[in-house]
């Protein structure tokens, strides 16, 4: 069986020869993660570090900023998890301990590069742990065509009250109350927020595809889910809310578009518009 947007831990261990990448990460300690798979992780699991393994140059060729978690290129991106063990049609799976915003970046990630599939753990792994780093076995995979879609600034900004553009911020950052990773404080004008972690229920586990269903439908309206874009302070956790679409049914080609640079990239260009409140 494959799987393409969430998997269980039973049905994981259930599967022959995944590829298991533990993507855990924190903003405000960025060695942390690689400390909590050090410690232990799930069973041939291979970490992926947020800053080293899963961005790009934060300056473009023009030499403008591209926001704090730059998209890679393709191909930088496609060798690195040919070098781990990407194969054609082989099962990925990737999980956090943070809920799946980083988990779900990754899936977002291997689905641009045109692989289906790929799925996030669903809630916190049950099973046994170890600390041993599993001897990859390189491939020579190749990306496909996108299946994931995404939207750069300047296209954003002559489509702005023209797409429902989903911000998957706490709501204080939204709003503008603190900002603590970026200079400039607020949204995005026209932008509705949707915290990613809205998306889980209090079990850690997200919510039934039915609730998610309901809950986008009465966010997105009156625009279809086709006419959507997401983006966060970076765009990592916006790709949460894009799982979540995803998971509901909602959304071609994937959940809405993704906004890469998000806040960081916008907000550090003083000619964008911005909003507070």
């Not at 039973?10 to 405000?28: G, T």
């Not at 699991?45 to 080293?52: G, M, P, T, V």
């Not at 781990?84 to 291997?110: E, S």
Request: with cysteine; hydrophobic share 45%.
């Amino acid at each position: 069986m494959t799987y393409i947007t969430l998997i269980t831990p039973a049905e994981l261990r259930e599967l022959d020869n995944p590829l298991i990448v533990d993507c855990s990460f924190d903003l405000a300690d960025t060695d942390a993660g690689e400390r909590a798979y050090a410690a232990g992780h799930i069973p041939g699991a291979f970490y992926l570090h947020l800053d080293r393994d899963l961005c790009g140059d934060k300056l473009g060729p023009d030499g403008a900023f591209r926001g704090r978690h730059p998209l890679p290129q393709r191909e930088t991106f496609a060798a690195l998890m040919r070098r781990i063990g990407l194969a054609a049609g082989r099962q990925v799976v990737t999980y956090d301990r943070q809920g799946a915003p980083y988990a779900a970046h990754l899936w977002w990630m291997l689905r641009w590069l045109g692989h289906a599939e790929v799925a996030v753990l669903d809630g916190a792994w049950d099973g046994e742990l170890n600390t041993e780093v599993p001897a990859a076995t390189p491939t020579d995979w190749q990306p496909g065509p996108p299946l994931a879609g995404q939207m750069d600034a300047a296209t954003l900004l002559t489509k702005l009250g023209r797409v429902r553009l989903i911000d998957a911020r706490a709501a204080e950052r939204f709003r503008g109350d603190i900002e603590p990773l970026d200079k400039v404080a607020g949204h995005i004008p026209g932008a509705s927020n949707r915290f990613f972690k809205d998306n889980l229920a209090a079990d850690g586990r997200f919510k039934p595809a039915a609730d998610l269903r309901a809950e986008f439908a009465a966010l997105l309206a009156p625009y279809p889910a086709d006419q959507v874009v997401h983006q966060c302070g970076s765009g990592v956790t916006a790709c949460h809310n894009l799982l979540a679409m995803a998971h509901a049914g909602l959304g071609e080609p994937l959940g809405g578009l993704l906004y890469p640079g998000s806040w960081s990239e916008w907000s550090a260009d003083p000619a964008r518009p911005i909003a507070t409140a």
